[in-house]
């Protein structure tokens, strides 16, 4: 067998594994007895602060950066103003428009992400699963995102997002948010 042949069935049979791997992961249902439990309503009302960072698929941090939002709730839809300042000096903005369909699911939009982001909530967890095209240098590329937060005492929400390409993670986010104290 050429060399060709056995490096396509390779790639085909990683590929394969890694889509069968991420139908088996976690699931947020399995959080539906962690504590704090998690209401969106509740966690996103209001100021929010946080810093993160971004990583290539090597696991190497490429990026860094500070993010603060502001959310407001009227008749079941949230709209959430988030602004992510990295330490290069780019700002990226983002106003998401969050609509409650039932206590478990909500759906996400925003001018960026291609049609809804499906939103899970269980116990302390909060999956949105989502697809955006995102500019790297000077090409865009079409990424799925797994985003995966977890509330915590104290109010602190940690935030891990992997960023995939035909399956196959690319990158990866790590956040840590609170809510802005009134007295700050």
């Given at each position: 067998?050429?060399?060709l042949?056995?490096?396509i069935?390779?790639?085909?049979?990683?590929?394969?594994?890694?889509?069968?791997?991420?139908?088996?992961?976690?699931?947020?249902?399995?959080?539906?007895?962690?504590?704090?439990?998690?209401?969106?309503?509740?966690?996103?009302?209001?100021?929010?602060?946080?810093?993160?960072?971004?990583?290539?698929?090597?696991?190497?941090?490429?990026?860094?950066?500070?993010?603060?939002?502001?959310?407001?709730?009227?008749?079941?839809?949230?709209?959430?103003?988030?602004?992510?300042?990295?330490?290069?000096?780019?700002?990226?903005?983002?106003?998401?428009?969050?609509?409650?369909?039932?206590?478990?699911y909500?759906?996400?939009?925003?001018?960026?992400?291609?049609?809804?982001?499906?939103?899970?909530?269980?116990?302390?967890?909060?999956?949105?699963?989502?697809?955006?095209?995102?500019?790297?240098?000077h090409?865009?590329?079409?990424?799925?995102?797994?985003?995966?937060?977890?509330?915590?005492?104290?109010?602190?929400?940690?935030?891990?997002?992997?960023?995939?390409?035909?399956?196959?993670?690319?990158?990866?986010?790590?956040?840590?948010?609170?809510?802005?104290?009134?007295?700050?």
């Open positions: 067998m050429s060399n042949i056995k490096l069935i390779t790639i085909g049979t990683v590929m394969m594994l890694n889509v069968f791997l991420s139908g088996c992961s976690n699931k947020v249902s399995l959080y539906k007895d962690f504590q704090p439990r998690l209401s969106l309503e509740t966690f996103l009302n209001g100021d929010i602060v946080g810093s993160g960072f971004i990583e290539d698929w090597r696991g190497r941090v490429t990026q860094q950066f500070d993010f603060s939002g502001n959310a407001t709730w009227g008749d079941g839809i949230c709209t959430f103003k988030e602004e992510m300042h990295y330490y290069n000096g780019k700002i990226d903005h983002r106003i998401w428009t969050i609509k409650k369909i039932n206590d478990h909500y759906e996400g939009r925003t001018s960026d992400v291609i049609g809804v982001a499906k939103i899970f909530i269980e116990g302390n967890a909060m999956n949105w699963k989502y697809k955006m095209d995102v500019k790297v240098n090409s865009i590329y079409r990424l799925s995102f797994d985003d995966w937060m977890y509330l915590m005492n104290n109010n602190v929400l940690i935030n891990q997002n992997s960023f995939k390409k035909f399956g196959i993670t690319v990158g990866s986010l790590t956040l840590v948010m609170n809510k802005k104290s009134v007295d700050a």
